[in-house]
């Protein structure tokens, strides 16, 4: 009896130790933080739709227009507010890193780069592809539809876009009597150094329309001064309040050529007379909408005016002549006393 009764006993011991083990907490595993799917960029409130939709209205009845592609250098102090901050600091990035975040969250859509952009749905960019042709460190989620793209912000290239391609209409909306500029299109440039031949080389990425970007570049607030610090204006007051500055390569013509192949890329200065003969002439477009007053006759009326006013100035009260008093011949003269 007595090795049963220990058979049973060490039986009863091994099953209560396996349901023991059997009860502990599955172990779990750390995801790196590349891992982790997070949405970086809010969605946007009903409020912010409504707003951009106001701001992105086209204009009515369009009687005069003009389309100019402008190249922005960040390098230069008055487009570093859209450089600044190289790196994501706290909760400040710059334009390329927001560009990136809502591309890879599938909130804006990208189209392949061509001198005259093709915003069609047949000409949408895969990220994945540029990512991986520029060297650009990134992982994927998902597929086909679900597919996510993840990118760590210090992958960004942020420091690496030092220029923009903007597309801008300059027209005249004759419903509303307004010239007014827009921006429509946006494409970053990516410098990158060539270790083959050496030095850098510019590769423009993708267009992506200015009014898909609007809602999120109007929450975005910037530096603009290195004399004020405050965050004052967001990158869409930036654009809006044209408080860039950008050269002219081209303009929308018949014979789609840019302004150096117009002049000639040697040409430097026949090639700044180009641009800025164009600038002038939107100038001048805006002056002879309005009527101007005659200057002959404006010269006229302030002479006339001139010389009412001195008439009207009142004249001096002329003092009465003090009338000198003769001298009588009957006036008591000074005796002289007879010396004795």
Request: hydrophobic share 35%.
């Amino acid at each position: 009896m007595r090795p049963f009764f220990y058979s049973c006993l060490i039986l009863g011991f091994l099953m209560i130790a396996q349901e023991g083990f059997s009860q502990q907490p599955p172990t779990r595993t750390r995801q790196r933080p590349s891992e982790v799917q997070v949405d970086k960029t809010p969605a946007l409130t009903d409020r912010a739709k409504i707003k951009n939709t106001e701001n992105s209205k086209e204009p009515v009845r369009v009687v005069w227009l003009r389309e100019i592609y402008r190249n922005i250098d960040l390098t230069k102090e008055n487009n570093a507010a859209l450089l600044y901050p190289p790196q994501p600091l706290g909760n400040r990035q710059n334009l390329c890193t927001l560009i990136f975040k809502l591309i890879a969250d599938n909130k804006v859509t990208a189209y392949k780069y061509y001198e005259n952009e093709r915003l069609v749905d047949s000409e949408i960019i895969d990220f994945e592809e540029i990512l991986t042709a520029r060297g650009i460190i990134h992982t994927s989620q998902g597929a086909g539809e679900n597919k996510k793209i993840i990118i760590e912000e210090t992958d960004i290239p942020s420091s690496e876009v030092l220029q923009y391609m903007i597309k801008e209409a300059w027209y005249f909306d004759e419903a509303t009597g307004s010239f007014k500029s827009q921006i429509k299109a946006i494409c970053p440039i990516l410098v990158q150094e060539d270790f083959d031949i050496g030095g850098f080389r510019s590769y423009a990425l993708f267009w992506i329309p200015y009014e898909n970007l609007r809602p999120y570049l109007s929450r975005e607030m910037i530096m603009t001064s290195d004399y004020n610090n405050a965050l004052s204006y967001t990158i869409d007051d930036y654009f809006t309040k044209r408080m860039f500055s950008g050269d002219i390569v081209k303009t929308v013509n018949m014979r789609n050529l840019t302004l150096s192949q117009q002049v000639g890329s040697d040409n430097l200065e026949a090639l700044k007379h180009a641009q800025d003969s164009i600038e002038s002439q939107l100038k001048d477009f805006e002056k002879q909408l309005w009527v101007q007053e005659d200057t002959t006759v404006v010269a006229t009326a302030k002479q006339s005016q001139k010389t009412s006013s001195k008439s009207e100035k009142p004249k001096k009260e002329e003092k009465p002549k003090e009338s000198k008093v003769e001298k009588s011949s009957a006036a008591p003269t000074k005796s002289v006393r007879r010396t004795r």
